[in-house]
């Protein structure tokens, strides 16, 4: 498998100005393409990772990390990429893992791989682990398999795979939304050690609207399993 030439990074970024520069160079000394799609930003986001050698897709209106993630893959597979490997922009995830995902991939034969950070994680915010163990314990139930780490955005996907019509979340809740959708069609799901990053930057999730957004996703998906049992 050439993975530089067959896999791009695709990060969705919501004003990422001071961080997306670095995050572009970091992931090209492992894939050839990075690209950003800038949410609708109001900073230097789109014009930093264009410096940064990052190709840029830009939304004209703020639509969700859902929807910049979607936009992401449907560039992909219109340009011939086989895989698509995403990660945030505010330098949380480390593209020295991104081999990694790579290698699990060719090993296991795995069609997503997931970033695991919680084997080990002490720099995660202590509400934020609570939160992300009760969420995986839940979708771990619906998905009948053990799913180690459920909110981590940082994954691989073959995009041969990519249930585009099936994903319908357009925020944050679609990262447990893929992994129901792969699941369920029987896909094969794997997880990888990753580093744990936390620094002082402000988070782009809204812990109550976000958390009311899941709440209502799981309530409907759980619902419609029900009717179609």
Same mark, same amino acid.
């Given at each position: 498998?050439?993975?530089?030439?067959?896999?791009?990074?695709?990060?969705?970024?919501?004003?990422?100005?001071? =961080?997306?520069?670095?995050?572009?160079?970091? !992931?090209?000394?492992?894939?050839?393409?990075?690209?950003?799609?800038? #949410?609708?930003?109001?900073?230097?986001?789109? $014009? $930093?990772?264009?410096? =940064?050698?990052?190709?840029?897709? *830009?939304?004209?209106? &703020?639509?969700?990390?859902?929807?910049?993630?979607?936009?992401?893959?449907?560039?992909?597979?219109?340009?011939?990429?086989?895989?698509?490997?995403?990660? #945030?922009?505010?330098?949380?995830?480390?593209?020295?893992?991104?081999?990694?995902?790579?290698?699990?991939?060719?090993?296991?034969?795995? #069609?997503?791989?997931?970033?695991? &950070?919680? #084997?080990?994680? %002490?720099?995660?915010?202590?509400?934020? /682990?609570?939160?992300?163990?009760? @969420?995986? &314990?839940?979708?771990?139930?619906?998905?009948?398999? /053990?799913?180690?780490?459920?909110?981590?955005?940082?994954?691989?996907?073959?995009?041969?795979?990519?249930?585009? /019509? *099936?994903?319908?979340?357009?925020?944050?809740?679609?990262? *447990?939304? @893929?992994?129901?959708?792969?699941?369920? =069609?029987?896909?094969?799901? %794997?997880? !990888?050690?990753? $580093? !744990?990053?936390?620094?002082?930057?402000?988070?782009?999730?809204?812990? =109550?609207?976000?958390?009311?957004?899941?709440? %209502?996703?799981? +309530? +409907?998906?759980?619902?419609?399993?029900?009717?179609?049992?």
């Amino acid at each position: 498998m050439d993975w530089r030439r067959e896999c791009l990074a695709v990060i969705p970024c919501y004003n990422e100005g001071r =961080a997306v520069a670095a995050v572009v160079k970091s !992931v090209k000394r492992h894939l050839n393409t990075v690209l950003v799609v800038d #949410d609708a930003s109001i900073d230097a986001t789109a $014009q $930093q990772a264009k410096i =940064a050698g990052a190709l840029v897709v *830009s939304h004209p209106n &703020r639509s969700g990390k859902g929807a910049a993630l979607q936009t992401g893959w449907g560039w992909a597979r219109e340009n011939g990429f086989r895989w698509a490997i995403t990660l #945030d922009g505010d330098g949380q995830h480390a593209a020295e893992d991104i081999p990694a995902f790579l290698a699990c991939a060719e090993r296991e034969h795995a #069609d997503l791989v997931v970033g695991n &950070r919680m #084997d080990n994680p %002490r720099e995660m915010p202590w509400l934020r /682990r609570v939160v992300n163990r009760w @969420m995986s &314990r839940k979708l771990s139930q619906a998905a009948g398999q /053990r799913l180690a780490d459920t909110q981590c955005g940082f994954r691989l996907m073959n995009l041969a795979c990519w249930p585009q /019509r *099936s994903l319908q979340a357009g925020h944050y809740e679609i990262e *447990s939304e @893929m992994l129901l959708a792969f699941a369920a =069609a029987g896909l094969c799901i %794997r997880f !990888v050690p990753i $580093q !744990v990053i936390y620094r002082d930057e402000r988070s782009k999730i809204s812990p =109550a609207l976000d958390t009311l957004r899941w709440f %209502r996703w799981y +309530r +409907r998906t759980r619902q419609a399993r029900s009717r179609a049992e």
